[in-house]
C-alpha cells in the first residue's frame, strides 16, 4: 500500500494541516509548522528532541527551532532537559486543545488588560483639553474604555484567571445546561441572530 492510500498516513497528515491552520489563525507570529509542531507533540508518546520533531516534519532544524522558541513565548510548548542529557525536549504544557485554549484566553486576557490601560493613559493626557475635537475624542476613548471595562468582567467572572491549559470540557460540565441555554439565548438576542 502506498503512502497516499494508507489511512493512518492520511489521518496524521490531516490532523498535522488542521492543527497548524488552527494555530496560525489564532496567534499572529507563530507559522503553520509552528501548529504542526503543536500536533505532533500531541501525536507523540512523550516530549520529543528538536532532530525528532525535523524528522518527523520533514522540515530544518533551524525551522523547528524558530517555531518552538515562538510556541513556548505563547505559552503552549515547554522545553526541559534530563539531568545528564546533552539535548533538551519539548513537550505541551498541557493537553491539548486545553493549552491552546489557555494561551490564547490569556492572549485576550492582556489585549483587554492593554486596552483598558490604554484608554485610562488616553483619558489622563486628555486631561482638561476643551474643543470640539478635544470632545470628540474623549467620547470615543470613554466609549472603548467601557467597552473593555465590560469584556475584563466578563473575562474575570467567566474565565479563570490562571496560566496554563484550561479544560473547557470539564468547566462546561459544571454549568447547568439550562443556564448554557439562558446564556445562548440572550446571546442570540444581543446580536440579532436565531438559532439554526
Known amino acids: 500500500m502506498s503512502e497516499s492510500e494508507d489511512p493512518v498516513h492520511g489521518a496524521r497528515r490531516m490532523l498535522l494541516d488542521g492543527v497548524g491552520a488552527e494555530v496560525v489563525a489564532s496567534f499572529p507570529g507563530i507559522t503553520r509548522l509552528g501548529g504542526q509542531i503543536v500536533a505532533a507533540l500531541y501525536l507523540s508518546d512523550g516530549p520529543q528532541s528538536m532532530d525528532t520533531l525535523s524528522e518527523m516534519l520533514g522540515r530544518s532544524?533551524?525551522?523547528?527551532?524558530?517555531?518552538?522558541?515562538?510556541?513556548?513565548?505563547?505559552?503552549?510548548?515547554?522545553?526541559?532537559?534530563?539531568?545528564?542529557?546533552?539535548?533538551?525536549?519539548?513537550?505541551?504544557?498541557?493537553p491539548y486543545p486545553d493549552v491552546i485554549i489557555g494561551a490564547y484566553l490569556a492572549k485576550l486576557r492582556r489585549v483587554i488588560a492593554d486596552k483598558q490601560d490604554l484608554s485610562a493613559r488616553a483619558m489622563r493626557m486628555l486631561g482638561n483639553a476643551h474643543g470640539e475635537e478635544a470632545n470628540?475624542?474623549?467620547?470615543?476613548?470613554?466609549?472603548?474604555?467601557?467597552?473593555?471595562?465590560?469584556?475584563?468582567?466578563?473575562?474575570?467572572?467567566?474565565?479563570?484567571?490562571?496560566?496554563?491549559?484550561?479544560?473547557?470540557?470539564?468547566?462546561?460540565?459544571?454549568?447547568?445546561?439550562?443556564?448554557?441555554?439562558?446564556?445562548?439565548?440572550?446571546?442570540?438576542?444581543?446580536?440579532?441572530?436565531?438559532?439554526?
Do not use: C, W
Not at 70 to 94: C, P, Q, Y
Not at 159 to 174: C, F, H, V
Open 61 to 94: 532544524k533551524s525551522n523547528i527551532f524558530s517555531n518552538l522558541r515562538a510556541l513556548e513565548a505563547a505559552g503552549i510548548v515547554e522545553k526541559t532537559r534530563s539531568r545528564g542529557s546533552r539535548h533538551d525536549v519539548f513537550a505541551l504544557r498541557g
Open 136 to 196: 470628540a475624542l474623549r467620547a470615543r476613548v470613554e466609549a472603548l474604555g467601557r467597552k473593555y471595562e465590560k469584556f475584563g468582567i466578563v473575562f474575570e467572572e467567566l474565565m479563570p484567571a490562571m496560566d496554563g491549559p484550561i479544560d473547557l470540557e470539564r468547566l462546561l460540565s459544571l454549568v447547568p445546561v439550562k443556564l448554557l441555554k439562558a446564556v445562548g439565548a440572550v446571546t442570540r438576542r444581543a446580536f440579532g441572530t436565531k438559532r439554526q
